[in-house]
């Protein structure tokens, strides 16, 4: 049986509020051994908690993410720090920057994320990182931290972007864009990358898989991205797995 982890998915959204068990027993049954939950907003973090010290396939990561600035509140930090003290997640995520949005506060996003590294350097753990239109100032940040690494999530930058984030000790996440026939600059990059940089993830219940438009996206469609990769790289989806769980295991302590 395959061995897989979702690196990244939301699994204590209410989108799956009515299924979620029923979910995480398909994910088991189908070699899905764990599943990474990352922090969005303070509001959101009790849920996440309780579930996953409910649920062992569950991971716990907390973070205050770069798309919902007006929901941190001004204690955002002492109650990040506070909540890493008590609830010992495996990394500090999702934070990042969107510079996607032309009203972007770029200056509270670079405040927020280089306080978030500093709990994350400070607690020994590695990082989910958000990033779009934004690589260039995350990496020059990255590279002023001493961190264990950590992964970018939906990875969708450039070549060399991706091999300045490996000298970093940093993994690069792969979901559902993998499977749409247009984006082939995407499908050449993960054809080419070392396997040792890959890990998989969902980022459920968002970024459906091609031919799922529009629907909830879920854990359990790790397998169907860890067969496009392997028809990309020409490599049997058993070593993918392994070698992106490895990853994953290795980066999380888990």
Not at 4 to 10: A, E, F, T, V
Not at 201 to 222: H, K, V, W, Y
């Amino acid at each position: 049986m395959l061995h897989l982890i979702d690196s990244h998915c939301h699994l204590d959204f209410n989108d799956f509020d009515k299924d979620r068990i029923a979910i995480m027993q398909n994910c088991a049954r189908a070699g899905i051994e764990k599943i990474v939950i990352p922090g969005v907003t303070i509001a959101s973090w009790p849920k996440q908690i309780e579930l996953c010290s409910r649920h062992p396939m569950l991971s716990l990561a907390l973070g205050c993410h770069p798309m919902f600035m007006e929901a941190h509140p001004d204690d955002a930090l002492q109650q990040l720090e506070q909540a890493v003290k008590q609830y010992q997640p495996i990394a500090i995520g999702e934070i990042g920057l969107d510079f996607y949005v032309a009203e972007a506060d770029v200056a509270a996003q670079l405040r927020l994320f280089e306080a978030q590294l500093d709990i994350a350097v400070q607690y020994s753990l590695p990082v989910i990182l958000h990033v779009r239109k934004a690589h260039d100032q995350v990496l020059k940040l990255l590279r002023q931290k001493q961190l264990p690494g950590g992964i970018v999530h939906a990875f969708s930058g450039s070549a060399q972007q991706a091999e300045q984030y490996r000298e970093l000790h940093f993994l690069l996440g792969i979901g559902g864009a993998l499977t749409y026939p247009r984006a082939q600059r995407l499908q050449r990059l993960f054809s080419e990358l070392p396997l040792s940089q890959i890990v998989l993830e969902t980022d459920a219940p968002d970024m459906p898989l091609c031919g799922f438009q529009g629907q909830r996206n879920s854990p359990e469609n790790i397998p169907l991205i860890l067969e496009k990769l392997s028809q990309l790289r020409g490599e049997s989806s058993d070593y993918i797995a392994e070698i992106t769980t490895a990853n994953c295991r290795q980066l999380f302590n888990i």
